[in-house]
């Protein structure tokens, strides 16, 4: 679930601009945040090499790989029994999450409540960035943007709120996370985001 800042940055349409003094144009050097949150996997490999094998299988002749193409995140789901609809049940997210963190409850809840907090935001994401959806191809049946949106949400509200005995505290990892505080509204949801 922890995915490249990089492609959390990419699925949303970054668009920032300067928020309380922090320069949203200007991120930090890109960090892996498995360096500075150690978090468990999220979704086991055995699903990921089933999903990419899926993707390639329907990819067009020089169409390049894209991990957080809506039908790889939506294929992960599925294969992982949360869902195979639109709607991600919160049950089913929390019962998954309790099995993958199964020795760590406070990340079970911090997972919980960036799950319950990004499915809010669904709406206003699209209504945000209607142009770039618009412009977006569309998905395949069975492939969802909101399953993208929520998960790229949630891994960066995981790393953002990485429990303090995980977090690895090097100072390039505090100025990505302090980077993600002042302007995860303008990397999420667009440059008329309020903070």
Known sequence: MILQLKFLLLIVGLYMTVTDGQDCNKPPKMMNP???CPIPEFITPEIKKACMDEMEAKMKPGQKKNR???CFVSCMLRKAGITDTKEIPPEKFNSYIRTV???NKELQS??????ANCSTKVEEFRKQNMQFIKNAPAPEPGCHYSHAFIIGCSAMSLVENCPAAMWTNKPACNEARAFVQKCKSKMMMGPDAKQ
């Not at 911090?110 to 799950?115: H, L, N, T, W």
């Open 34 to 36: 498995k360096e500075c």
């Open 68 to 70: 957080m193409n809506p």
């Open 101 to 103: 963190f199964k020795d």
């Open 110 to 115: 911090v997972a919980s409540a960036a799950f």
